[in-house]
């Protein structure tokens, strides 16, 4: 694993054709956006939550066609990394 310093590490994604093997797993998601739907600025500190993975024909539901290479999280307790229901990023 390369390491970028103490705190950063670069980590592994799935390859494209693989998203779908990660189905029921917990992923977490991180960053410094908004911590709520009607925020107007984004959080000081680096924020993150625990998600399940979803397959992508389940995603597809709500977000119509997704690529192969995007992976989707569900947010099922309304704890997510954006206002949908789902997430994708793409890989």
Excluded at 11 to 37: C, F, M, R
Excluded at 68 to 83: E, H, R, V, Y
């Amino acid at each position: 694993m390369q390491i970028l310093d103490k705190y950063i590490k670069v980590i592994g994604l799935p390859s494209k054709s693989n998203t779908n093997l990660y189905n029921g797993t917990t992923a977490t998601v991180s960053g410094w956006g908004s911590t709520s739907d009607d925020a107007s600025d984004i959080s000081d500190s680096l924020r993150f939550v625990e998600v399940p993975v979803i397959t992508n024909l389940e995603c597809s539901e709500s977000f119509g066609v997704v690529p192969d290479s995007n992976l989707c999280t569900a947010s099922p307790d309304g704890k997510s990394s954006c206002t949908v229901k789902f997430d994708m990023v793409n890989v």
